[in-house]
Structures are given as C-alpha cells and as structure tokens.
C-alpha cells in the first residue's frame, strides 16, 4: 500500500551507461516529479508532469528524459551518464503538498 | 533571485524540551509553505503547511508560525522525542501557471535529539 514507490533502491553504474528509475503513485494524483538530492542535502525540482504532459524542465540537461505512460508512472531515462549525475533521486506525486518516494541513490563510478 | 533558506544548520536539544527552527523566504508572492521532515536513508516526509492567509498552524506536537512582515517561517516541535531526529526542510510553492508549481527547498536544518 506505498503511495509513492521507486525502483531500484540504490544504482551503481559506469560512466556513460545508460539507466532509468521508475516512480509509481498509487495516491490518484494527476502531478508527478522528479528532485535531485545532492550530497549537502540540496533537494531541487528537475522535471513536473501533469496528466502525461510535461509542465516543468527545470534547465536540466537533455540527458535526461522524464517518460509518463499514464499519470501514475513518471519514469526516468538517463543517458551518458557522468560523475557529477551521482545523487539521490527522489520521485514525488501531489499539487500543494507533495509527497516523497523513498528515493534511489545513483553512484556513477 | 529567489532563495529559501534556513538559519540553523544544526541544531541540539534535549529531550522533552521545545524545538524551534527557522527559515527565511524572499519571494512575497509566495502563498502556500510546508515542512517536511527526512529521516536517513528515507524520503521527505509532510510535516505541516500553511496558507499564506494565515499566520499559525497547529498540528500533533508541531506548529509553524508565518511572519509575512519578514519573510519568516518557523516549526515548532513540542516535547521533542529522540524520534524526532532528522533533517528539516522548509520550502515555498513557485507557481509556474494556474495551480501548477513546484516546490523550493531550504537547504535543511538537521536536528538532533540527545536522551
């Protein structure tokens, strides 16, 4: 009965693969997002989907590609994937309040 | 430019006493606030929000003050538990068009509780 759920947990890769994240809501929310967590705990908004369709792409680089099969999935695409992309990725689902995945930590090595 | 920040970084009580921790908004658009609570290893957590039409919310245990005057928010936490320890983030609701918007995050203020 998790409302907001990711997988996988934790991602260990190479750089340059490619890798995606998937988000689930189970909360009938029509809006879903993805955070970056950087290692000081700064948390920032990358992408926002309302009902499918893109709302926000917060200058995040084209590397990146958010996919939305239906509104209660928002999925994660990464390609190329280079150090600086290691951090906690966090999905979230709401409007006003917001509510977390339990996150998956990235290790590009 | 926009920012939301926190005045504390750390922040130590003892158990049983009253937790107060604070943040500063500089954009006066801003109307919606909310705290969230993010234990290790773990997603953000809803704590308690508030409408910039109002200037207290009392939840169980905690209670956010707004002072639109100065741009402040504050949440306190009563009787502080062990459980409580965590890192605290304040944020502020960005409008990007109609009710759409996303959230701006302090940069956290992480409490520690000692028994």
């Known amino acids: 009965d998790t409302a907001v759920s990711q997988t996988p947990k934790y991602l260990v890769t190479q750089m340059g693969n490619d890798k995606s994240i998937k988000c689930e809501q189970n909360l009938g929310h029509d809006t879903m997002y993805w955070y970056k967590q950087d290692s000081k705990k700064f948390l920032k908004i990358m992408f926002s989907y309302n009902n499918k369709e893109l709302i926000i792409n917060e200058t995040v680089p084209n590397r990146f590609s958010p996919k939305s099969p239906d509104k209660a999935h928002l999925n994660l695409h990464i390609n190329s994937l280079e150090l600086g992309d290691s951090a906690v990725y966090f999905c979230a689902s709401g409007v006003d309040t917001q509510y977390f995945g339990p996150g998956t930590r990235l290790t590009v090595l | 430019g926009e920012s939301v920040g926190l ?106 509780v000692k028994p």
Request: hydrophobic share 35%; with cysteine.
């Open chain 2, 7 to 112: 005045h504390l970084p750390t922040l130590s009580v003892q158990e049983g006493d009253n937790s107060i921790i604070n943040c500063a908004y500089s954009n006066s658009a801003s109307d919606y606030f909310i705290w969230y609570k993010q234990e290790s290893g773990k997603g953000p957590q809803f704590i308690i929000d508030i409408r910039s039409n109002m200037d207290k919310r009392q939840g169980q245990r905690v209670t956010v003050l707004l002072n639109k005057t100065v741009k402040h928010l504050s949440l306190q936490i009563a009787a502080t538990q062990p459980g409580d320890s965590a890192v605290y983030f304040c944020a502020e609701k960005k409008v990007v068009w109609g009710s759409q918007g996303n959230l701006i995050f302090g940069k956290g203020t992480k409490l520690s």
